[in-house]
């Protein structure tokens, strides 16, 4: 069975960091393209990064490029998202995802307020 499981969120002031993880199981996750997203209150759920299998390739959203990192520890099976300069905008909950499946984790949420 397909697991995601986010972990790592919480309350941070303006301007600080925190480190987002993703725990997989139930599929080769070495072999599959990850993605992070976000949903901010009111909204649809935004593409924000995106990882290779092998983690040689990403890509983000102009919302946080230059912010934020994605990157892949395959041998533990396990996804992570660094956030930098965290302003009350990044205010959301996150959810990990498996490319082209509908494998989605449960989101972790991440408030940033002072």
């Known amino acids: 069975q397909v697991q995601l499981v986010e972990s790592g969120g919480g309350l941070v002031q303006p301007g600080g960091s925190l480190r987002l993880s993703c725990v997989a199981t139930?599929?080769?996750?070495?072999?599959?393209?990850m993605s992070w997203y976000r949903q901010r209150p009111g909204e649809g759920r935004e593409l924000i990064a995106q990882?290779?299998?092998?983690?040689?390739?990403?890509d983000y959203s102009d919302s946080v490029k230059g912010r934020f990192r994605i990157a892949r520890n395959n041998g533990l099976n396990t996804l992570y998202l660094e956030m930098n300069s965290l302003t009350p905008e990044d205010t959301a909950v996150y959810f990990c995802?498996?490319?082209?499946?509908?494998?989605w984790g449960r989101g972790t949420q991440v408030t940033v307020s002072s």
């Open positions: 990882i290779g299998d092998l983690g040689m390739t990403t």
């Open positions: 995802k498996r490319n082209n499946y509908q494998h």
């Open positions: 139930g599929f080769p996750f070495r072999e599959s393209g």
